[in-house]
């Protein structure tokens, strides 16, 4: 891993006792990486009921400091109103990544004219994944997963096989599903509308704004 990722995380929320005899105690936690509000809303909706979950949102790819603060508070807001929804399992708590976009661009030097989807892309998917699952074997957590699969325009294949490799190196387990099945990418959609989340229409770095068009799907 690079000197240059800081892991330097701090907790925003404290972290929650929970209730004597809660039958959702026998739940397993993982760690989720999320790449912004939108695609973490479907995630959530789809694992909250197997899972413990604690959000790590982790993006130094996003080069804008004021992008990065609205994707963030779109995380924020979406995983308050969610804990107002729910009473029978504790709250989801939010991990903040150390925002570094330095070590981003020193991974992605030479590859700024790469298409989306190309080499350029692993690296920086491969960063975020790793960084999460470092910080999920060192505070006891049994799983990591991401939200990155939700977004068609990411290729599951390669998130599985970073995944795995990170699982083995790490000793934790990659909770193996694409959430972009049974409709999770509309859901997402779905949700991030009926909660008024700010969705943005490219995928993070300065090099994928060149990508996009007006009618394109956003990430
Ligand atoms: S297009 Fe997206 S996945 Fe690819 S390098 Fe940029 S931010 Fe990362």
Redesign the pocket.
């Known amino acids: 891993m690079s000197n240059m990722d800081k892991r330097i995380c701090e907790r925003e929320t404290e972290s929650v006792s929970l209730p004597q005899g809660d039958v959702h105690l026998a739940r397993p936690s993982v760690l989720l990486h999320s790449c912004c509000g939108p695609c973490s809303t479907a995630v959530i909706e789809r694992l909250a009921e197997r899972y413990r979950i604690v959000i790590f949102f982790y993006n130094p790819?996003i080069d804008d400091e004021e992008e990065y603060k609205r994707r963030l508070k779109a995380q924020e807001d979406f995983v308050k109103q969610y804990n107002a929804s729910i009473n029978y399992h504790e709250p989801i708590t939010i991990v903040r990544g150390n925002w570094n976009s330095k070590a981003f661009h020193e991974r992605?030097k030479g590859l700024e004219d790469e298409p989306?989807g190309g080499k350029?892309?692993r690296l920086?998917?491969e960063q975020r994944m790793e960084v999460t699952a470092e910080y999920a074997a060192m505070n006891g957590f049994e799983n990591f997963t991401t939200t990155l699969s939700v977004s068609p325009h990411k290729d599951y294949e390669m998130i599985l096989s970073i995944g795995r490799n990170l699982a083995a190196r790490f000793g934790i387990n990659f909770v193996n599903e694409d959430f972009k099945k049974k409709n999770g990418f509309l859901r997402s959609i779905e949700l991030s509308k009926a909660h008024e989340l700010y969705r943005q229409n490219y995928?993070?770095?300065n090099?994928?704004k060149r990508t996009v068009e007006p009618s394109e799907v956003p990430e």
Request: glycine share 8%.
């Open positions: 790819n992605s989306e350029r892309c920086c998917i995928c993070g770095c090099y994928s």
